[in-house]
């Protein structure tokens, strides 16, 4: 259990600087943009490797018992989420709508989860990203994010929609061996 805390405190620590200005500046000013960035990577790295380490090594210990519908809804969620992951990169009309694709496509990914699983490492894991990425779309909007979309692009939207289903097949596929969890059998 403590390995997976340290590893999300270490990815989280270092995802929340942009929330505190002064202190992001700063380090910035201090390391420089290129290496500031490369410190960033290396510690949001660190922490990622750590959350996996933890996640392989805690035990199961149920907290609820999810709905019988949540594994049928995950799908749709992870839908979701590869479409706003794309879309980060891909000018969609969900860049019209938002500026966070990826913190939305993060929210859909963490939701569909907790509605799949009911052990406390799993809440933990989805719990702490669904928290982070609704107070960095919450913050970055006090800060004045704003949608970067100029137009609806519906035409894209059905290319990224495609490219997301196949995504999710591949995911149905191969879940087991990257999660270590079978979708289906």
Known sequence: ?????????????????????????????????????????????????VIIVGMGRIE?????????????TTGLFMLIAIYCMISIEVKTSLQKITAHPMLWGISAWATGHLMAN??????M??????????????????RGAQ?????????????VLGCS????LCLVAFHESIAGVPLIG
């Open 147 to 159: 949608p970067k979309g100029k137009s609806l692009a519906l035409k894209t939207d059905l290319i």
């Open 1 to 49: 259990m403590e390995i997976l805390i340290l590893g999300l405190t270490i990815f989280f620590a270092i995802h929340l600087l942009p929330s505190i200005p002064s202190l992001h500046a700063a380090l910035k000013h201090k390391l420089g943009e290129k290496n500031f960035k490369i410190t960033f990577a290396v510690i949001a790295l660190a922490g990622l490797v």
């Open 165 to 168: 289903i196949v995504a999710i």
């Open 118 to 123: 009911g052990d406390l490492a799993s809440v």
């Open 125 to 142: 894991l989805f719990g702490s990203f669904l928290t982070y990425s609704l107070f960095d779309i919450f913050s970055a909007n006090l």
């Open 60 to 72: 199961f210990s149920p907290l609820y018992e999810p709905p019988t519908w949540g594994r049928h």
